[in-house]
C-alpha cells in the first residue's frame, strides 16, 4: 500500500512537472502525423489524430495557465477562454 502512494506521488509530481510540455509536444506531433496521413494516402483516421492532438496540445496549455497563471500562446488562450466554462476571476 506504502509503495502504490510513493508511486501515486511521484506520477502526479512528474504530470504537474513536465506534463505541460510533453502534453503540447506530443498534441502537435499528433497533428502533423495526422495531416500528413490525410494528405499524403487520403487515410480517414487522420481526422482523429488530428482532433486527439488539438485536444492534448490544449490541455497541455491548460496545465501550463494552471501551474504559471499565464497563457503560453494567444491562441491557446482564445480556444480555453471560448470553450470552457468562465470564472468570475477571468471576465
Not at 59 to 86: F, V
Amino acid at each position: 500500500m506504502t509503495s502504490a502512494t510513493g508511486v501515486a506521488i511521484l506520477v502526479v509530481a512528474g504530470i504537474w512537472l513536465f506534463g505541460s510540455l510533453l502534453a503540447r509536444w506530443a498534441g502537435a506531433l499528433l497533428v502533423v502525423a495526422g495531416s500528413v496521413g490525410l494528405a499524403s494516402i487520403g487515410d480517414p483516421n487522420g481526422f482523429l489524430l488530428v482532433a486527439l492532438g488539438a485536444a492534448l496540445w490544449l490541455i497541455g496549455h491548460c496545465l501550463y495557465r494552471m501551474r504559471r497563471g499565464a497563457w503560453k500562446s494567444a491562441l491557446a488562450e482564445c480556444l480555453c477562454l471560448t470553450l470552457l466554462p468562465q470564472r468570475s476571476e477571468d471576465r
